[in-house]
């Protein structure tokens, strides 16, 4: 296990076309860190780069404090799960798993093999070495019955272990994951989820795993890194990416239902002034905004942070999604549709409420396009 | 919009075509109804002829010929069909005859025939000839006035040229000689050649001409019909009394021939060698370089009289009849004006053939300078001799004629065909030592002549009773697929659909039955079937197994052809494949310009076959070919020789180098390679590359397992082409020398078409069908231990 850290990372395409601007991350030894962004955003770019599956233009790439820009894949000593698995269709699950362990084999010569007994002794222990280790990690995933079947026999589940196990036998520098969930159902993928941070606790190997879906990064991650046309837009713990956004970008990526953003413009005093009404901000909100006065802002504020049935502002019902144990409610009012989120309740659609948000939890922002966070 | 304009265009096209293939049928069909119902009662008679080196101008003068037969006999009107040059005419003829349909009228050459007559295919003119005597008719014509010869071509009786019944009237001929260049023997200070040289006179000139630089003495051509008119030059032949006895054992006979090998190959300059495939036959005069050329006859003036004068680069020429050996001698090569035994107007048959063949369209056709006319007054009048044209020596040919003879051939083609193969082995391409390759041809001779499949009095084969049982047979099983039609697993819309795909399918289901089941059936009962393919099939013999006894226990033709065929799919297969995967990995990298490189690689792919092969002819010339010359710096210097591909070596290299020419046509194969190499997966790749393997790993452990199922059917395709190889060889070589090159389609195509026995061709194609099924079993039942195939069912 080693740490990886890209500096001024970047990918330029031969058309032009500019992937990752100047990516800089540092990913701490047996740290689990999710590249998580719309799709496009270069997170699998990045990842592909770390794996030298693509060249890196600009910038370098250190695994292990070694700069690693010119080394081929095959001499980087990193393990990659695929989005398709890339299970060798022609190979069984074994041969699948040991491939790559026999390519990196002291005794692979087959005709010093066939010429020195010695040397052939030593190949057949090795060979017992690749079987074991095989076998060790597919118990680990619970797929030993599996071991003589093909591919094409095997459910997407089932792949997705092997794929897993085809990169467990091997001790990489860093686990690569590039959305290696994303062709399962959900109920699968939430196992799936619950065992890759298990795999993680008890190998406490570098990993860096990219996908698009939000929850399963902030479900992984130590760290996420949050992606945006090329460009890193936060780094931080999910809870760090969750409470403090760096941006409108961030704050409306993350979380489910996504965030409220509300336009309108801060009065003297801490009021913000709406379509739907005037707020008074809470004075940890607006200290600090004093330039702000007069101008156009964002407000943004989770769905859990909107209560529904008390307060002042008003507005009608227009849908409920009703999960059981909670609610979404999406409310129209001065024009704009507000989701909140709460405990279940007698909430009719169509109805007329009153609604408050908790403006405590609420985040002001630049509303031009670098929607840099205010406050 | 452009999509509206594409799809207008679209619909133009596919209107065009509807109303070409409509206007196709309806015209035919216009044509053919016109004649069936026409109210024009006079009697039509078919004529069919060539004009091959005459060109346009001989096919108008029969055209006008006919115009003016038509004018003076009303009563009847003439159809001609003119098919092209002679190979094409007797394709055609052959075709037309065997479906009992020839033509009433028709060229036929005097060396075909024996073998016309001896099929029944010819009427014996006498009969018309002597009742026009006696009815006094006034445009009869007059035996007395041809050249003797010439009419004596024409005569056969059963066993032997020159006697017997009269299957034609010549309508003009050719005696051979040597076309010289003149100005080349004046700067060899040579003698001009008299009409009465001999064989040192020639063979002196020769040599003469040989020492000037760059230059060669003589092109003598090797074919059958020359090496017997140059062993009638010393009183010899090849055949003796009969076919049947050979006289090649005659030690005066034997010693001839080694003059001619010797002076060709032993002397260097005297002769041309006779190794080039492209440096030989009458086109070889026209570089300037070479002395003489012949024997050839009359045919070659009209492009040799397109030889500019010296003063525009050319040079002049003249010719010279055979040099004499201890006798003097020449050969009559003729063309006959003849009748369809089936005619069913002899009459109106005979007074066309009497008109084509009299005097006046005799001298019309002599204007073309082609050949000379047999009525002596025709050929003796300024109509042939004109001297304002080349050759000076017209009047050589006329002198010959009054010596000359006819060279007459057995009925069986084979004949023919294995004395010029085997012989040329022996004189031309001196692959094989003379004396064994004289041996060779009387053995092979022999084999034939006491074929017992030709012996044998066979029983005609049954049709009225194959018929029957087809019938029958046939009827049963649209019974039993009516009755499981009808059968309770249908619903009643499913048999509509059922109905309803049948009716859609149909015209390719007729397609299918009329011109390929049925043939497939044909040719499998011809397999047990002697039939000569010019004869009505009501003419075929039952033989039972016999043509398949004969084929696997006493034709050493056939294991020959096997032999060039496997070995050339042992090398054409596995090359090929390996050479069209490594273009295909080539033609996979991005690169700029890659769609250029991929369309010059596949180029040679839609190029002719035939053109191809004469192209493939130049390159592979043991002479001056490009295969040579480029081989030759880098094997020179290990002091070994490039290959003479289709002359002394063509045992060893004659069929590699076709397999050598194959790999230009990889383009296709290449194309399936390529489109499976963009099929593998690029994460499959990738993962490989992660674990660690490098590129060659990757192209053995992933891109070929990926790729084994279009490498399979690759291989099943290339084994199944290796099989069907007969262009380029009919081209290049036909099969020569000896059989080193005759592929087993060539050669089905040889007994099918050359010496008529369809039967015995069919037997061999289905021999050929039944090797490559078992190939193809073979290459699919291993193919699950090595064929990868996706998503499951192999």
Redesign the interface.
Known sequence: MAPVSLQSVSKVYANGVKAVDSVSLSIADGEFVVLVGPSGCGKSTTLRMIAGLEEISAGSLLVGGARMNDVPARNRNMAMVFQNYALYPHLDVRRNMAFGLERRRTHGSVIKAVLSPSYRAARAAEQQAIDTRVTAAAATLGIQSLLQRKPRELSGGQRQRVAVGRALVRDPVAFLFDEPLSNLDAKLRGEMRTELRLLHQRLRATMVYVTHDQEEAMSLADRLVVMKDGVVQQVGTPSEVYGHPANRFVAGFVGTPSMNFIQGSIEAAGVFRWGGGALQLPPTRWTGLSGWHGKPVELGIRPDQIRVGTGSCKGRVITVENYGDRMDVVIESGGRRITSRLPTASIREGSETTFEPMLDAAHLFDPSAAGATLA | MARALGRFLQGLLAAGAVLLVGWAFVTVGARELGRLFSSDDRTEIVVMHWSGEGGQEEDAIVEAALQRFSAQNPAIRVRRINPGDAASFYTKLQTMMASGDPPDVFYVGSERIPSFVDLGLLLPLDDLLAADTQANVPDRLDLRGFFPSTVAAFRFDGEGSGRGALYGIPKDFTTVGFYWNKDLFARAGVQPPRDDWTWDDFIAAARQIGRLPDCTGAEFVTWPAMIRAYLMTDGLDIKGSSFETLRTGERAVFESLDRLRSWRHDERGALTSGKSKIASGSSVFLSGKVGMAGPFGRWVVPSYRKIPPPSQGGFAWDFAPMPRGTTSANIVLTVSWSISAQTAHPNESWRLVRFLAGEQTQRELATLGLAIPTIRSAAESPAFLDPTLPPENDAGYLRAAEIAQIVDWSPNPQFEALMGSRLDQGLKTADVPLPEAIANFERDWNAECTNPLKAAVLPAMPWKAIAIGSILLLAIGLCAWLLWLRSGSFTGREREEERAGYALASPWLIGFLLFMAFPVVMSLLLAFARWKGVSPLGQAAFTGFANFEQIFTADARFRTSIRVTLWYAVIAVPTGQLLALLAALLMNTKVRGIHLFRAAWYLPSVLAGVGVSVLWRWVFDSDHGLMNMALEPLLKPLGIMPPEWFGADAGLWGAPAFAIMSLWFIGGTMMVYLAGLQQV?A??L?????????PL?RFF??TL??L?PVILFNTIMAVISSFQVFTQSFVMTGGEPGDLTRFLVLYIFNQGFDFYEMGYASALAWILLVIVLSLTVVVLRTSNRWV?V???AK
């Not at chain 2, 990738?686 to 490098?694: M, S």
């Open positions: 997966p994460d499959l990738e993962a490989a590359a992660i674990d660690g393997a490098g790993r452990s992933v397992p990926m084994s990868h996706e998503g499951g």
